[in-house]
Each structure stands twice: as C-alpha cells, then as structure tokens.
C-alpha cells in the first residue's frame, strides 16, 4: 500500500442559472445561440456569479468556449451523429468555482 495522502478543496453552491439556447440551421451548418447567464440558479435566488466559460456538445464534439461566447456554428460535416434528422445538443454554463448548469435542445438535419 501506498502513502495517505490529504488535500484541501473549497466547495461553493454558487450555481448558475441555465442558459437560454437555440440553434438555427441553413446552409449546411447549424448555429448554436446562447443568452449570457447573468446570475445564480432560482433554487439560490442570492448572490453572484461569474461565469468562467460556456461547454457545447453536440453528437460527438465536446468544445469549451470563453465567458464572452455567445454562439458556436458548425458545418454540418463536423457532426458524426445522424445523417439526417433529430440531433441534440447541449450548452453548459459554468462558473468560476467549477459549478455548471446544462440545458439540452434538439436540431433537425433536413
């Protein structure tokens, strides 16, 4: 057996709220828009938050954007999912602390 070992760990609740998300689709690619998380989640009306980036996954991408990103678009090629119909999607809030908040939306390939 090995040596203990011991560590220290803030945790927080500062939780966000989800993100409000859409995607549109035209032309070969779909656009997925995202309204910036301005505070915590209803369950804790108080305090504030700082959002330290914003995850997308889509099929089988998994790309982590900058608090400052409001959209990710992607060629339709980029998407290994289904070659035609309904895709998911997801878009993360996360704060500076590591919490993160996820909602999910659908996309159709025509």
């Not at 993360?92 to 909602?103: K, M």
């Amino acid at each position: 057996m090995g040596e203990p070992i011991s560590g220290v760990a803030e945790l927080t609740h500062d939780v966000p709220d989800a993100p409000q998300a859409w995607a549109v689709v035209a032309a070969g690619t779909v656009a997925i828009h995202w309204l910036p998380v301005q505070g915590p989640a209803a369950i804790l009306p108080d305090g504030e938050i700082e959002i330290a980036g914003y995850q997308v996954l889509v099929e089988d991408l998994d790309i982590t954007l900058p608090a400052s990103a409001r959209k990710l678009t992607l060629p339709r090629e980029f998407v290994r999912g289904l070659e035609s119909g309904e895709i998911e999607y997801e878009v993360l809030a996360i704060e500076e602390g590591g919490n993160q908040t996820i909602i999910e939306g659908t996309f159709f390939w025509p």
